[in-house]
């Protein structure tokens, strides 16, 4: 089974903090993603990642940034953490492109932001 | 109009209904389908995952995927308590290492 872990499952940080969210997975996979997930809007990509030191961004970029050093961790940063960045956030791998296989999540970090 | 409507509930039913869960689309680029299903406080699983149009089907699960009308569905037979969850619809074009658009979700409650 592809499993995909976030290093943390709860987390409280404070404004103006640079945070830090790691995600690693163990099939080797080439794609990986992050979103957000808050009430009412859904799932929202953040950015997304096809191979090591490649970086695409999502939907809704503005105050993170990424980092994927190895094919296995890719990690999410907040540079200067704000209020509304208070959510769910989730990380997800996928085979490359051409496999036409599903992605898979690991079990997300709530981060609230004080 | 969004790319992906899904009417997000609550759906509440009864121990042993047949359950009936929908999405809408309006890309037609979309060639592959899924269904997550998320528990509280989990990350989204994958439940089930069909290509183009047509039925398949995973013990009392069946996904429908209705290309001609844009429209994608779970069926859960005999559902039972523990299906109370929030279900995902999820889709992607051909090349399917580019992310997933996502539905809403819809919360079902299934009582005992």
Not at chain 1, 24 to 38: A, G, K, L, P, T
Request: hydrophobic fraction near 30%.
């Amino acid at each position: 089974d592809v499993k995909v872990t976030q290093s943390s499952r709860y987390l409280v940080k404070r404004t103006g903090e640079k945070v830090f969210l790691e995600c690693v997975q163990d099939m080797d996979h080439e794609n990986m993603f992050w979103y957000r997930q808050d009430p009412g809007l859904g799932l929202r990509l953040i950015y997304f990642s096809y191979d090591v030191k490649m970086k695409e961004k999502g939907d809704i970029p503005e105050g993170y940034s990424v980092s994927r050093e190895k094919k296995e961790r890719f990690s999410l940063i907040l540079e200067s953490a704000s209020t509304n960045q208070t959510s769910m956030y989730l990380c997800a791998s996928s085979p490359p492109g051409n496999s036409n296989q599903p992605q898979h999540f690991g079990d997300g970090t709530r981060l609230s932001i004080l | 109009q969004k790319e992906v409507e899904q009417d997000p509930g609550p759906l509440s039913v009864p121990e042993g209904a047949i359950v009936s869960l929908n999405c809408t689309y309006s890309n037609s680029a979309f060639q592959y389908f899924m269904w997550y299903r998320q528990y509280s406080r989990k990350g989204p699983e994958l439940l089930m995952y069909t290509y183009s149009s047509g039925n398949k089907e995973d013990g009392r699960f069946t996904a429908q995927v209705d290309k001609s009308s844009k429209y994608i569905s779970l069926f859960i037979r005999d559902s039972q308590p523990s299906d109370s969850a929030t279900y995902l619809c999820a889709m992607m074009g051909f090349q399917a290492g580019t992310a997933l658009i996502f539905g809403k979700g819809t919360t079902l409650s299934v009582s005992s």
